[in-house]
């Protein structure tokens, strides 16, 4: 069993830069995937970004260029660092953790981006 709890995200004006952290209660070694996911008002979760086991990372073609993530599993998180924030970043973001059996989700956190 895994259990996540984030912390991070809060208001920032555009441009400006957060960290979102996410750790994991349990073992992450082993998993298929870590990354985040997003969720604005009025419309459905998307993929932000990921990383793949071996360490390949995918992002969302919206913030390439500007987000990274990292995971690290012997500290069981993952992190993603978000630069030169625009409004249409604001949404509750989730940490996802992705097992072959199943997958874990965090709490949710706020970002909030003002023009």
């Known amino acids: 069993q895994v259990q996540l709890v984030q912390s991070g995200g809060g208001l920032v004006q555009a441009g400006g830069f957060l960290r979102l952290s996410c750790a994991a209660s349990g073992s992450i070694f082993g998993a298929n995937a870590m990354g985040w996911y997003r969720q604005a008002p009025g419309k459905q979760r998307e993929f932000v970004a990921a990383?793949?086991?071996?360490?390949?990372?995918n992002y969302a073609d919206s913030v390439k260029g500007r987000f990274t993530v990292s995971r690290d599993d012997v500290k069981n998180t993952v992190q993603l660092i978000m630069n030169n924030l625009e409004p249409e970043d604001t949404a509750v973001y989730y940490c996802r953790v992705e097992f072959s059996s199943r997958d874990y989700w965090g709490q949710g956190t706020q970002v909030t981006v003002s023009s």
């Open positions: 990383v793949l086991g071996g360490g390949r990372t």
